[in-house]
């Protein structure tokens, strides 16, 4: 006949809490490693800016999601040739409202009707123009 012997282990507090410290440490450490790259993202995408490449300045800035990012890439982008490209419009006018700049939108849309007023007056000059 055997008998079967359990051995209880004795549980520390260690082990009961280990879990959970673990847990908390990886959080607090993970939102101290976001809150430093939150800082360095302004410092990044000044430094986009001066490379000048337009595709890696529209991905990170839809990759930080903060507002002063997204006022910086759309106050880059309107320096670009924006008239004869949409996507740039486009994308200026996303990041004007993610970051909630409805007056830097409104001052573009007023540079938009500008444009557009000027183009049609260079048509209508053409137009007069070419039928003489």
């Not at 006949?1 to 280990?18: E, G, P, Q, W």
């Not at 001066?50 to 002063?68: L, M, P």
């Not at 008239?83 to 007023?110: H, M, P, Q």
């Amino acid at each position: 006949m055997s008998h079967n012997i359990l051995f209880f282990k004795t549980v520390t507090v260690h082990d009961l809490y280990y879990p959970l410290l673990t847990y908390l440490f990886h959080f607090f450490l993970y939102g101290r490693l976001l809150w430093m790259n939150s800082v360095c993202c302004v410092k990044a995408m000044k430094a986009l800016l001066k490379s000048g490449d337009t595709e890696k300045i529209v991905f990170y800035a839809n990759a930080c999601r903060q507002k002063d990012i997204y006022v910086m890439a759309a106050n880059y982008l309107q320096g670009l040739d924006w008239t004869s490209n949409t996507d740039v419009i486009r994308n200026i006018i996303a990041f004007y409202r993610k970051a909630n700049a409805y007056e830097a939108l409104a001052n573009f849309y007023v540079a938009c009707s500008q444009v557009c007023q000027t183009a049609a007056a260079k048509a209508v000059i053409r137009d007069y123009n070419n039928g003489q």
